[in-house]
């Protein structure tokens, strides 16, 4: 397991004011990176166009209002988000930033709240904002621009845990909000009031009509082109897969024959569109060629549009001209020679693929193809994309193990560059979905305790130190069961970890000591170097230095002898703070750039930061306060990227002692404040303390001097009724 970084046990470094401790201004941070979120709006192809007069009139008429919420309601295929796409494109010019957001791959309230923050700029990137604080200042950045955000297809987290978040956001807009415009497209309602709704219903008839024409469909009877849009109560896609019929069994013409199947198909939908919908796919579905009812079986496994080559991995001699066949037949949406299912298209053709038995077959297709797309050289998270898709796959099928196994070639690259919110609900999902593996199993039990004790270390690089302990024991619970030495070892140090984060030292020392006989017995040396330096830093917040440095030390040789870098640059930084402690600072300082140094060679955004604050620290008690504060700021930056509150809350507190020093008060206590807001969230109450400490003497001041006045006074009030 990797090596980390601990220099909590002693002040640390930086500040920025209370009310902008959650964020900072876009251009200066990481932007967020949510994988898979689409911000392309359908393309509004204006000859292919069929004007809906009375949605269209009421959508402009509510722009114009500057209504705060329009939510579009229908069932799928009523053409919800079209009639968006024809909107956003119309009015875009009228808002000073426009937002189309499709919810197909169902982003997490979280990430969707700090993408549109973002994107009108304002990033917040610290992970412990809750969902609740993210909704109330997503609300409050709208009204701060006039904005047009599209969130189609809403209703996909209709069944995800944070639905109430979405919903909550929601009701806050809908009573607060102001300047900009929200549109949602869902199937069904999240809430909103008589005034804000829109029932979408179907095309009229002239517009049916004039839709079956754009389609190529004739007839000598208009009359029957009527009847076709009413008995299909002008759903547009039931209307596009009836003209994709008429062209195929009738060469494009509407005849009596023709509209007298309609009537026998729909007889027992009446009112039900989507099952008129269903029987009349399968009705298509059953018709297809062969090759192309297994390209469709194939290609809808993908989970964002697809290109020729994507579709070619599952049928290798796929022709453009067979999508677009598939497009004409209304099974594929086409763009830009990129294609996709209808939401409601996709549903139909995934239940057809579970009853086949393409299942297992085309979701291995699609691992095959992105296994083939790993980029070798990754900067960052989207450089992954192939690996996450994999994963996805994997779990489709049930195939946990090798889910995690995915993971592991990319999880140490993303977990040194910080991306903890993007890997916490990969970790969090796939331990969920494995709770049943087979306690028989050994192979499955270690591996789902590896799963634990990642999202563990996840849960503590972001500041959840109780849940961070659960995790672990889940863990330890899964070792024990097999008798997994190396694994118990490993819970175990992570539990003194994660203790040793809250502060309680004694019972960090304890679990370490367990961890490191463990290590010892199996000839672990990467775990004993781990062991030792953890148990270094816990004696070091207990001012035990000297001790703290022989474990650091012994921690320094193994890792140089098995040549583990991070390793070597953990103890070299571990080894600064035992003497800067002791008041070594030069010498101090020269650990801290060798650690400097390693960290930057490899990559390791966090113990780069790490070493310097330890910097930091080390020029302020040389009494050189700017190049102290220099270090503070450049590792405040890396700590807001990569969302390690921790180290936020460190340099807030730091950069507080250092402006108490130039004697700028006012700074200092507002770095404070800001510091002790984060050790509150994180429960870190002995901080808490430390933080009030130095926040009161100037008012224990005050109150000293007001004391010695009513002393005073009531010396010279005893002296005067004495006379």
Known sequence: ?????????????????????????????????????????????????????????????????????????????FGKSLLASWLFH??????????????????????????????????????????????????YRLTEKRCLVVLDQLEAVQNANDRASFEQFLQTWQNRGRSSVVLVTTRSTFGATDRDHIELAGLAEDEGAAFLRKQGIQTRDEAQVCELVRMAEGHPLLLNLAASWVRQEAQGELRADGLEFFKRLFRQYKGNAEAKVEEIFAQL??????????????????????????AQAMLADTSIEDLRSLSERTFLREEAERWTLHPLMRGLVEQELKESDRYRESHQKAIAYFASEIKPEK?????????????????????????????????????????????????????????????????????????????????????????????HQQAQTRFDTIDFSQGRAVSLGSLGNAYQSLGQYQQAIDFQQQSLEIKREIGDRQ????????????????GQYQQAIDFQQ?????????????????????????????????????????????AREIGNRQGEAASLGSLGIAYRSLGQYQQAIDFYQQS?????????????????????????????????IEAFQSARLLFLDMQLEDWVERCDNEIRPPRRKINWVLWFCVGIAIVLLITWLRK
């Not at 979120?37 to 009139?57: G, S, Y």
């Not at 923050?117 to 997503?138: C, H, N, Y």
């Not at 018709?287 to 994507?310: A, N, Q």
């Not at 070299?572 to 101090?588: E, M, P, R, S, V």
Request: one cysteine or more; proline letters at 3%; glycine letters at 8%.
């Open 90 to 139: 119309t009015v875009k010019g009228e808002f000073e930033r426009s937002l189309w957001l499709n919810f197909r791959k169902v982003p997490t309230f979280n990430e969707f709240a700090r993408w549109v923050l973002q994107e009108v700029g304002f990033l917040i990137d610290d992970p412990r904002v809750t969902d609740e604080a993210l909704s109330v200042e997503l609300a």
């Open 379 to 471: 900067e960052s998270i989207e450089d992954c994309a192939e690996e996450l898709e994999i994963f996805h796959h994997y779990c489709e099928l049930g195939e946990y193990a090798l889910a995690k196994q995915i993971m592991d070639t990319c999880v140490d690259f993303l977990d040194r560059r910080g991306y903890y919110r993007n890997l916490l609900p990969i970790y969090q999902q796939l331990t969920q979905a494995w709770s049943g593996a087979n306690p028989d199993d050994a192979d499955e039990q270690r591996n789902l305790g590896w799963a634990w004790i990642r999202l563990g270390n996840l849960y503590r690089s972001v500041g959840q130190y109780q849940d961070a302990i659960e995790a």
């Open 554 to 598: 012994q921690s320094l040789d193994i890792a140089r002898e098995i040549g583990d870098r991070q390793g070597e640059a953990v103890s070299l930084n571990n080894l600064g703070i035992a003497y800067d402690l002791l008041g070594q600072y030069q010498q101090a300082i020269d650990f801290y750039q060798q650690s400097l140094g390693i």
């Open 636 to 668: 405040l930056e890396i700590a807001r990227e990569i969302g390690d509150r921790r180290g936020e809350a460190n340099s807030c507190f730091n950069l507080g002692l250092t402006l108490a020093k130039l004697k700028r008060k006012k700074e200092s």
């Open 285 to 310: 579905f059953a018709e297809l060629p062969e090759r192309l009812r297994s390209l469709l079986l194939g290609v809808v496994v993908y989970r964002d549009p697809f290109g020729l080559e994507m």
């Open 1 to 77: 397991m990797s090596r980390e970084y601990n220099n909590y046990g002693r002040d640390q470094f930086n500040f920025e004011n209370v009310r902008d401790v959650y964020a900072g201004s876009a251009s200066a941070q990481q932007r967020v990176s949510v994988i898979g979120l689409d911000p392309i709006p359908p393309e509004h192809k204006a000859d292919e166009w069929i004007d809906r007069t009375e949605p269209q009139r009421e959508l402009l008429q509510r722009i114009q209002a500057q209504a705060r919420l329009i939510e579009l309601v229908a069932v799928g295929g």
């Open 527 to 542: 775990g004993e170097a781990n062991s030792l330096g953890s148990l270094g830093s816990a004696y070091d917040s207990l």
